[in-house]
């Protein structure tokens, strides 16, 4: 190895990336986007740009996700912060692929570097899921009071 500081675990996961999601969280997560994926663009918010206006602009609250291995991590470093500005919970996955699959109808080579999951308009099951992931993430989240 050579003497350079590196920002990434041999995994490829930024160091940045705290909370990650614990595999409990991740099946939430995943059972929230295959809920979703009829009518993702009313629950969700997918991309960098859109969900910084959504947040900043809009006040939109929700649950946001960022993937942790994304190498160009200043064009999505605000976003920790805002999120934190707005009492919105933010957990980081390992990969972006984690989020693929058939059920939740998002492809490798099209998951953005950010989702908000918005929870209005959710069935009663899938709010109660959303409920319980946000208070999960919100005990993980460190605080920078």
Known sequence: MNNFICAFNDDGVGLFAKPLATEKMMKKILKILKSIK???KKHSILGIKP?????DRDNQKGIAIFAGDV???DIMAHLPILCEEN??????VQHRRDLCSTDTGLR????????????????QKYQEKFDELAKKIKKE???WN
């Open 87 to 92: 009492d919105i919970p933010y957990v980081w």
């Open 108 to 123: 490798p080579k099209t998951v953005p570097a950010v989702i908000l999951l918005k929870r209005a308009n959710l069935e």
């Open 141 to 143: 989240t460190p605080t």
């Open 71 to 73: 190498k160009q991590i």
């Open 38 to 40: 009829a009518d993702r």
């Open 51 to 55: 969900v910084t206006k959504a947040i």
